[in-house]
């Protein structure tokens, strides 16, 4: 049995380790770890007050549409949306720097990113938060089935994937305005959310989880009893059976699609991916196969019970082993907020993300961001990280005390080469830049 | 313990004040070496809106509401979309070519596992893949001086066992000589990140004063600041002959003509820069710009496109025999297409990649079959597109 190291524990579970007295920052023990597993992530954190959810944000915007009709509404609605994207990543910046369950924000951030939404897509940078608090948040300790049902429901997804404009061919909706259908969700939950694309399926099932996926859209203003929010729109719904992986699914409407969705994640398949993702998280890049087949195990034996993977990653030694991952940008920015304080955290932040290349809740591509290191290795990268800490330490001057400062966030994992180095610093300030941009505090 | 820090700091030093003299020492061979960009555009672009095949009987049959009908003619069946406005001069010069129906070999229309293909340059998807490129390089003397990827994260082409620069437009504080010559014996300690920091110190000699070029990380006009910088390196003397630049968004889903629209007029805004910064370099330049795989020959529901097969390729720059569109057209018609729904490729990518590996960057046909793109040998379709 290892050591249940407390800077393994907050570097490789959480966001890292703080400086400064605040008790909600002290050091976690393996316990308050096996704790967080037990209960759901708090959605009523205080820096999440104010901002709204999804249906006010999606009803705000049809009604704006409906009332000018036309396409550039996308550019009226920029403006306030790029001002709510701003306010969500900084509450998430602040939730993940400043929580004392760490863990929960690392799953949180880890499960978004598997059901990636992308500010790519003009009208998701303002509604991307709203998903990860409203569908993501409530399940990362829960049910794989439960997780993925809320996100395929929630407006963010539907909108992001093109959802709300795929009407069944046949259905009344579809023949009365000439709209197709549209595969990009259905093709992505097969490919990125649950099977993969080496899971065994064809052309044809893309198509007929697609038929299942008709009518998963939106509430019209005026028309709904939650105007923005999830409504299946029974009138564009392809009707009849519909097959998937050879099961054909009876039309009841919108459970059909539910009925696959939770098929789908009871698979072997789902269950090796997602093992996957957690042990690619909290191990190693290339985890250990025992490992994955242990938990791919309990995947099927707990029908996908979330907390209890994570909670067998914990009691593995092997997700003890210091240093063995490489932060991510995302991963290296948040530690350093949290290494400082969750009042650190401004809009300079969230640019910083872009700066180092892993903007908020925008991925290039639904696949979402890499979680090995080589994909986050390279010069530039390596410079950027450097020329981050610089503008860190600009910021802070000789007001920290690098030696004290060193030891509190690095704990057992500061060398003595950087110690030695950091002593010899010309200021205080080129001793905070050091710290921050040593190899030790790169990696998790 | 004191001591030894101090002398590995002097050495840090020392290699950092060497790599800023080098680059400018290069031989006079290096200078007229070919230069490649190779820009590789995400998510699956529509050959059939960037260069629409306006004189084949099926093509408004399949797109009612979607063909590119104020595309300007190229010659008697294919046009090109009016945003590309520079490309449309550059064929007008006989400097851009294109290639129609061109795809990988992979046939299966996941983005991810296909542009793994397209940058691997092997036959199927593999988790270890390393890049085409970067194999390529490999079999030259000093291979890391000879490519860099423009951008944040390198492409999987230029990823493998020669450890590229990179270079990314940037609005932070630049890190100084002093604090890197520190944080360098560090740095070196560690396996994945001491090759990343000493590229990094040798690129910063060649890519001083270029920090602050306006990037928007986020929303329009995000090529243009990458392809000026890749424009810029391209054209220093002591600067990389190929680099590899990523252009996204391309997916057309829906509302295809908006998004192309913006997409076109964003990339013509980048070529614009590009094209400039090329000058010293151009008369040896090919950019080629490529996808992982084409749109479905009709449209959708949403007046775009899921995801097809046979695609299309882009080639222009000084050593480009333009002005024709190569590749064998399958034609539209339902028994042409693949599947019953795609463009049928009649040309395999890699072999356009072998041509401009043989004929542009001059390696020999051994090298690119059995190393660079293993099984692949030029496509004499293609090697009257390249100036000799």
């Known amino acids: 049995m290892v050591m249940h190291d407390a800077a393994v524990a907050a570097t490789r579970f959480g966001f890292g380790l703080a400086f400064g007295g605040d008790d909600a920052l002290a050091p976690v023990t393996h316990n308050d770890l096996i704790d967080q597993t037990r209960r759901a992530p708090s959605t009523d954190h205080p820096a999440f007050a104010g901002l709204r959810p999804v249906h006010d944000l999606v009803r705000e915007f049809m009604q704006v549409r409906e009332r000018g009709g036309d396409p550039a509404i996308i550019e009226l609605f920029r403006g306030p949306f790029r001002q709510t994207y701003l306010d969500e990543a900084t509450a998430r910046l602040k939730v993940a720097a400043g929580s004392r369950d760490g863990l929960h924000e690392r799953l949180v951030h880890l499960w978004s990113n598997h059901f990636t939404v992308s500010a790519r897509k003009p009208i998701v940078g303002g509604l991307a938060g709203a998903f990860e608090r409203e569908a993501i948040r409530p399940h990362v300790t829960g049910r794989f089935a439960d997780l993925l049902v809320a996100v395929v429901r929630h407006p963010t997804m539907i909108l992001y994937l093109d959802n709300a404009q795929s009407f069944g061919p046949n259905s009344r909706g579809g023949r009365y305005t000439g709209i197709g259908m549209n595969e990009n969700l259905a093709r992505e939950i097969l490919e990125l959310h649950t099977i993969g694309v080496d899971g065994g399926y064809a052309q044809a099932d893309v198509a007929g989880l697609a038929r299942m996926l008709t009518g998963w859209s939106l509430g019209r203003p005026g028309k709904s009893a939650l105007p923005g929010g999830f409504l299946f729109h029974e009138v564009v719904h392809e009707p009849g059976d519909h097959v998937l992986l050879g099961k054909a699914y009876a039309d009841e409407g919108a459970m059909q699609a539910e009925r696959a969705l939770r098929d789908l994640a009871a698979l072997p398949q789902t269950a090796r991916r997602v093992a996957l993702r957690l042990a690619r998280h909290f191990v190693a890049d290339a985890p250990p196969q025992d490992l994955l087949e242990r938990l791919t195990g309990t995947y099927l034996d707990t029908g996908g019970d979330l907390g209890e993977l994570t909670r067998m990653v914990l009691a593995d030694d092997r997700a003890w082993q210091p240093q063995t991952k490489l932060k991510t940008p995302n991963d290296l920015v948040v530690s350093t907020l949290r290494a400082l304080g969750p009042a650190s955290v401004n809009r300079g932040a969230v640019l910083a993300l872009s700066q180092l290349g892993q903007p908020a809740w925008a991925a290039p591509s639904p696949q979402g961001w890499a979680d090995e290191a080589g994909a986050w290795l390279s010069p530039d990268q390596a410079m950027k990280r450097i020329e981050f800490a610089v503008a860190i330490a600009d910021r802070l001057g000789d007001r920290v005390a690098p030696d004290r400062f060193a030891g509190a966030i690095l704990g057992t994992q500061l060398r003595d080469e950087t110690r030695d180095a950091v002593g010899r610093a010309e200021s205080r300030t080129q001793g905070m830049a050091m710290i921050l941009a040593a190899p030790e505090f790169q990696r998790r | ?388």
């Open chain 2, 1 to 388: 313990m004191v001591a030894i820090n101090r002398r590995a700091i002097l050495k840090g030093s020392a290699a950092l004040a060497g790599a800023i003299a080098t680059p400018r020492a290069l031989s006079a061979a290096a200078t007229e070496a070919p230069r490649l960009l190779l820009i590789i555009m995400r998510g699956g672009v529509d050959g059939l809106s960037l260069l629409p095949p306006l004189g084949d009987p099926d093509y408004r049959r399949l797109r009612p509401n979607t063909a590119v009908e104020d595309a300007v003619a190229l010659d008697g069946t294919f046009g090109l979309h009016p945003g590309l406005k520079l490309l449309r001069r550059l064929w007008d010069r006989g400097e851009m070519a294109a290639v129609h129906a061109i795809c990988t070999p992979y046939r299966d229309r996941s983005h991810f596992d296909a542009q793994n293909v397209l940058e691997s340059g092997l036959p199927g998807p593999s988790g270890t893949a390393t890049g085409w490129l970067n194999r390529a390089i490999a079999l030259r003397p000093d291979p890391a001086r000879l490519a860099m990827a423009i951008g944040t994260s390198p492409s999987l082409a230029l990823r493998g066992p020669v450890t590229v620069q990179s270079w990314a437009p940037s609005v932070l504080p630049d890190a100084g000589a002093d604090l890197l010559g520190r944080l360098a014996p560090l740095w070196a300690a560690d396996p994945l990140l001491g090759p990343q920091l000493r590229q990094a110190m040798e690129t910063r000699g060649l890519t001083a004063g270029m920090g602050d070029m306006g990037a928007g990380a986020n929303g329009a006009g995000r090529i243009r600041p990458l392809l000026d910088g890749a424009a810029r390196l391209l054209a220093d003397p002591g600067g990389p002959q190929i680099a590899v630049v990523d252009s996204t968004g391309w997916d057309s889903h829906a509302n295809a003509p908006g998004l192309l629209g913006r997409l076109t007029a964003d990339l013509d805004n980048g070529l614009e820069a590009l094209i400039a910064g090329l000058g010293p370099v151009w008369s040896r330049t090919i950019v080629v710009m490529v996808s992982e795989f084409g749109r479905a020959a009709a449209e959708n529901g949403n007046r775009g496109a899921d995801h097809g097969t046979g695609g299309m390729a882009i080639l222009f720059g000084g050593a480009v025999a333009g002005g024709r569109i190569a590749g064998q057209w399958p034609g539209l018609g339902t028994r042409d297409l693949l599947d019953g729904r795609d463009l049928r490729p009649t040309s395999d990518i890699r072999g356009l990649f072998a041509s401009l590996a043989h004929d542009h960057l001059r390696f020999p046909a051994r090298a690119i079959g059995e190393t660079i793109l293993p099984g692949i040998s030029p496509d004499p379709a293609f090697t009257d597109l390249i100036r000799a």
